[in-house]
């Protein structure tokens, strides 16, 4: 019994050193390599959902089903634990727009209500250790698709909601639950009719070389969002969504441990951290990322209805053109209020160019509860305006930027 004690505080004290030395993930994070195959299929044109199926659940653990040829066309999937799914190049798999296939037995799947909780995704990853979802190929969530006996497609349904402050019962693309290391690699997920990819108290999650589109007035399309998930990496992503391109949320869990390198985001709201913060998002890196054409660039939200301690988080090797707010951290988001007091505590902003004109706003909650930001080679446009309140800045910008473009990765 001592000895067990003595082992436990030893892995305790590692573990404490670990988390007080950085602030990424924890995990040496390299990149992926694809599964061996356990069966290849080839699409028949018709409703291919139980044929896929069928095939993920008779793979062997550590390998993949290959989707090798065509377009099929399925309704939702669930990948268990220890087996991938492989979509090479060239080939498409295609959710059916169908909203009783992703019914969870209450009939609101398509529908609009107070909850937007109705569907089920169109790819399940649940309690699983070592899945994930790999090629070249591309996955179609088809938002733009008119559902099935309507004349409504699923993203005007979003809207829809949105006009009488509702929410809709709409898939998710890729959710991902209570699993451990899941990788996504090279894949392109486009069209997803709510969020792409959500994981929800994950421990070790890769997004490595994922191409995500979703165009502009796609409501809720999401790029990445976890949730309560710790040990993520978020790297060589391109990310153009309706909504946040990244949204690390704390909702039932810490997020915690959370590396987002060298991506780089097209049209969206930008890196976002929040607005769910209720357990805490702390020990985040963001390196190497450039943002073209999004609301937002570095952007943290939250309020006293979802709020929460928000700390330890590190930006550098930045670049950011055409972002209304390039860097927008607001404690007092869409003036929603509860009981849960947010703190906005040592961020650290480093090594940043903004290219173009924006709008910085920086707002604390209170003079007695003040975001605490620090600035370290900041270079921005000048005839910038500025939006600060209830906020202690250790440094400064400074308006010396002209000209220039930022590549594809980080502050070039």
């Known amino acids: 019994m001592q000895q067990k004690s003595f082992y436990s505080l ?111 995704p169109f790819i399940t990853i649940r309690n699983a250790v070592g899945s994930g979802i790999y090629g070249k190929g591309t996955i179609d969530g088809r938002g733009s698709s008119k559902m099935t006996g309507t004349n409504r497609t699923w993203w005007q349904k979003a809207r829809d909601a949105l006009s009488v402050h509702k929410l809709q019962n709409n898939p998710r693309l890729i959710q991902i639950n209570n699993s451990v290391d899941i990788t996504l690699y090279q894949i392109t997920l486009k069209n997803p009719p709510f969020y792409c990819v959500a994981t929800s108290e994950t421990y070790g999650f890769t997004a490595w070389a994922v191409t995500i589109y979703s165009p502009g ?44 390198l060298n991506n780089h985001f097209g049209r969206g709201h930008g890196l976002s951290i929040g607005s769910e913060t209720n357990y805490g998002v702390s020990d985040v890196t963001v390196s190497g990322l450039t943002v073209n054409n999004c609301a937002n660039g570095v952007r943290i ?86 939006s600060i309140s209830n906020a202690n800045i250790k440094g400064n910008w400074i308006e010396d930027v002209t000209g220039g473009s930022c590549g594809l990765h980080g502050n070039v």
């Open 10 to 120: 030893i892995i305790f004290t590692i573990l404490t050193l670990i988390h007080v030395v950085t602030a990424r993930d924890l995990r040496n994070v390299t990149e992926p390599k694809i599964p061996q195959i356990c069966i290849s299929l080839k699409a028949t044109g018709k409703d291919d959902s139980t044929f896929i199926q069928k095939a993920l659940d008779s793979c062997t653990k550590g390998k993949a089903v290959a989707l090798s040829s065509g377009i099929f066309n399925s309704g939702p999937l669930t990948i268990p634990s220890g087996v991938s799914l492989l979509v090479e190049e060239g080939v498409s798999l295609r959710a059916l727009p169908t909203a009783s296939l992703y019914d969870m037995g209450t009939n609101a799947c398509g529908t609009i209500d107070e909850y937007g909780l109705g569907c089920k």
């Open 217 to 260: 007035g796609s409501p809720n399309t999401d790029g990445i969002d976890p949730v309560g998930s710790q040990n993520v990496t978020i790297a060589y992503c391109n990310i153009t969504t309706g909504d946040d391109n990244v949204g690390i949320k704390a909702l039932t869990a810490p997020g915690r441990h959370v590396s987002v």
């Open 301 to 386: 939200k939250t309020n006293t209805f979802r709020g929460g301690l928000i700390t330890n988080v590190k930006y550098d090797n930045v670049c950011i053109t055409n972002a209304e707010y390039p860097i927008h951290l607001d404690e007092d988001y869409y003036h929603i209020h509860g009981t849960a007091t947010p703190a906005i505590k040592n961020i650290t902003i480093s090594n940043v160019r903004v290219l173009t004109n924006g709008t910085y706003r920086i707002h604390g909650l209170s003079k007695s509860n003040p975001i605490e930001v620090t600035l370290i080679n900041v270079h921005i446009a000048k005839g910038s305006k500025f």
